[in-house]
């Protein structure tokens, strides 16, 4: 990276979010982000251990043995680059322009790690007798399959009772501007997989046919028709999408035997996934169509109440900011709903999520620089 003096680009988090990016690690490869983190970490008194599952790398530090335990986490994996012409200038090769850092895991999420690292660095010297324990939770496996990362440490962790009061998530929870959007929470995710049985035949001889298309039309119509539920004061109304429907066997004169579709509720917590099951079973129920439905869930929803870490949180963005974020809980889901079932108060807050997953995906560098310091302060008005 080119820099000059006293530029924004001297910053040790920018050094070490430069460091971050050069390594290719896409999902699930850690491709050594870990052993740089836990190197940092190591010299500012963290115990790191390593907690590998399958192929995924996972590390978990932490600084001291008594409560309250504020964890920082995050993770190493990218996405992959796609395609490579669309990049202005090679992924894993980080280039400054214009105040902004371009490279693959720019904004999600390694400018977030960055800081955390340099902030706990920042905060342990001058306060290396802290209250509490900090802690850090990394792993290579949000991006792909989430099923040996977060899930998997948070689930050893509990064998153990080891407990995680709070958790700052470095995931890219900014919209137009730095911190502008914190997370206290995220929405469920509940897919269906549908298959409808009918009978084959001849389109001019319906009454020696039964069309599966025919029969799921209506059932559709009330699925999409319900008010699930208005949302509440800190989700909104809980919706309801199908993403697939396929029949026919590609001729025009042949109706089809089957049909197959998928859906997915994007849901509130007025509702657990037993609930939502239920209820769309019984609409199901109530046609006469011969279905078979299986599940998927991705995640509760999970909502963090104004507390100490909301608080904190709120504190430290005005400082930098001069204004309240707002405080949501938008967009897809994150591993902060494997953290919140254990009793563990949940925030996100990370750089603006505009080019994340895109071609050409870059974070500010004076937000990674006033991340750090927001970092910090959340340290400080919890710990010290
Ligand atoms: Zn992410």
């Given at each position: 990276m080119a820099s000059s003096e006293d530029s924004p680009v001297q910053h040790p988090s920018i050094t070490l979010l430069d460091e971050l990016i050069r390594r290719r690690s896409v999902t699930p490869d850690d491709a050594g982000c870990q052993r740089v983190l836990a190197e940092r970490m190591d010299r500012i008194g963290f115990t790191c251990e390593s907690m590998p599952f399958g192929d995924v790398t996972n590390l978990w530090a932490r600084r001291g043995s008594t409560g309250p335990v504020l964890c920082f986490a995050g993770h190493t994996d990218v996405v992959p680059p796609g395609s490579l012409e669309e990049w202005r200038t090679d992924p894993f090769e980080p280039v400054l322009r214009d105040g902004l850092l371009f490279g693959r895991g720019a904004a999600d999420m390694k400018s977030g790690l960055a800081a955390m690292i340099v902030a706990l660095e920042q905060f342990i010297q001058a306060?290396?007798?802290?209250?509490?324990?900090?802690?850090?939770?990394?792993?290579?496996?949000?991006?792909?399959?989430?099923?040996?990362?977060?899930?998997?440490?948070?689930?050893?962790?509990?064998?153990?009772?080891?407990?995680?009061?709070?958790?700052?998530?470095?995931?890219?929870?900014?919209?137009?501007?730095?911190?502008?959007?914190?997370?206290?929470?995220?929405?469920?995710?509940?897919?269906?997989?549908?298959?409808?049985?009918?009978?084959?035949?001849?389109?001019?001889?319906?009454?020696?046919?039964?069309?599966?298309?025919?029969?799921?039309?209506?059932?559709?119509?009330?699925?999409?028709?319900?008010?699930?539920?208005?949302?509440?004061?800190?989700?909104p109304a809980t919706s309801f999408q199908v993403v697939d429907i396929r029949a026919g066997v590609g001729f025009p004169n042949v109706t089809p035997g089957e049909l197959s579709a998928r859906f997915n509720f994007r849901y509130s917590t007025e509702w657990d996934h037993q609930q939502l099951r239920a209820k769309v079973h019984s609409i199901f129920d109530s046609h006469e169509i011969d279905y078979e439905l299986n599940w998927h869930l991705s995640g509760e929803p999970f909502l963090t109440q104004p507390g100490a870490l909301t608080e904190a949180a709120c504190a430290a963005v005005k400082e930098h900011t001069g204004e309240e974020p707002e405080l949501s809980t938008g967009g897809g889901t994150s591993d902060g709903r494997f953290i919140s079932p254990a009793g563990t108060d949940v925030i996100e807050l990370g750089p603006v999520n505009a080019s994340i997953h895109k071609v050409n995906e870059h974070v500010r560098i004076d937000d990674v620089v006033k991340l750090t310091s927001m970092y910090r302060r959340i340290m400080e008005l919890l710990l010290a």
């Open positions: 306060h290396p007798d802290h209250q509490g324990s900090l802690a850090m939770l990394v792993t290579s496996d949000e991006e792909g399959r989430a099923r040996d990362g977060t899930l998997k440490v948070v689930e050893a962790l509990q064998a153990r009772d080891e407990q995680i009061d709070w958790c700052v998530l470095g995931e890219p929870s900014s919209q137009e501007s730095l911190a502008d959007v914190v997370r206290i929470g995220r929405r469920g995710s509940l897919s269906g997989i549908l298959t409808v049985r009918g009978v084959q035949g001849h389109v001019a001889y319906p009454q020696l046919a039964d069309n599966p298309i025919a029969r799921f039309a209506p059932v559709l119509s009330e699925l999409h028709a319900t008010e699930w539920d208005q949302g509440n004061a800190y989700f």
